[in-house]
């Protein structure tokens, strides 16, 4: 009974409804990893790069100005063209990862400096989209979640553990499923954030192959070059 008590307590610590997450700072990293999309080199971007970053900055303007404030209860068209953005800047960050790795076996690149510039872009456009795959995904997405709708998580956190890491009514932002996804990306495994479900599994699992094949090709390539 003991430890059914502290369990549930523990539950309440972070399951339950709150005022939701500012949209500002999920926009501004967006928009800055469209800008990086938008300034790749051609030959790493697809033919209609230029279309594409216009539609994902479109669609970004469209989710801010009908949520604009904080994400505090879940709008099904909303999240449906969130969804559909996150979806094409993987879409588009994939075709120039596959690009810079034919263009690294086939050696192509020449410059180290060029490689390490257009190799991190990438890598850090997958870190965020891998985030925002998480922020969006986890229980529901952030609107259910500051309704307290799904009780069980896909991710767990070191605070939803154990009340004494955080204040009552601590609950994830965009910004730990960015470390999160960062960490993840880093040291191709999970770090103190634990996935739960078997498609954050599954996630987490292709995001460390990704930026392990893409990481070991552009390091082993540049020190070639530097040779």
């Known amino acids: 009974m003991t430890l059914d008590r502290e369990a549930n307590s523990d539950k309440a610590h972070w399951h339950r409804p709150h005022r939701g997450e500012?949209?500002?700072?999920?926009?501004?990293?967006?928009?800055?990893?469209?800008?990086?999309?938008?300034?790749?080199?051609?030959?790493?971007?697809?033919?209609?790069?230029?279309?594409?970053?216009?539609?994902?900055?479109?669609?970004?303007?469209?989710?801010f100005l009908v949520n604009p404030r904080r994400i505090s209860q879940h709008l099904v068209s909303i999240r449906v063209l969130t969804i559909v953005l996150i979806t094409i800047m993987s879409l588009s960050n994939t075709a120039s990862a596959i690009k810079l790795i034919d263009s690294?076996?086939?050696?192509?690149?020449?410059?180290?400096?060029?490689?390490f510039l257009t190799g991190g872009s990438i890598w850090l456009t997958n870190v965020v989209v891998f985030g925002l795959w998480f922020w969006e995904l986890d229980r529901g997405g952030p609107g259910n979640r500051a309704q307290a709708k799904h009780p069980y998580p896909d991710f767990l956190f070191p605070?939803?553990?154990?009340?004494?890491?955080?204040?009552?009514?601590?609950?994830?932002?965009?910004?730990d499923y960015l470390y999160?996804?960062?960490t993840n990306a880093s040291a191709f495994s999970p770090t103190d954030v634990m996935p739960l479900t078997r498609w954050a599994k599954m996630l987490m699992l292709f995001q460390s192959i990704t930026a392990l094949l893409m990481l070991g090709l552009v390091i082993a390539r540049a020190v070639n070059i530097l040779r």
Not at 39 to 55: E, R, V
Not at 159 to 175: E, L, T
């Open 22 to 63: 500012h949209r500002w700072p999920v926009s501004i990293v967006v928009l800055l990893v469209i800008t990086m999309q938008y300034l790749l080199p051609g030959s790493l971007s697809l033919a209609l790069q230029s279309q594409i970053c216009f539609i994902e900055a479109s669609l970004l303007l469209v989710i």
């Open 104 to 115: 690294i076996i086939s050696k192509g690149v020449t410059d180290a400096g060029s490689l």
């Open 159 to 175: 605070q939803m553990s154990d009340s004494r890491y955080a204040p009552s009514g601590w609950h994830p932002n965009f910004f």
């Open 180 to 182: 999160t996804s960062f």
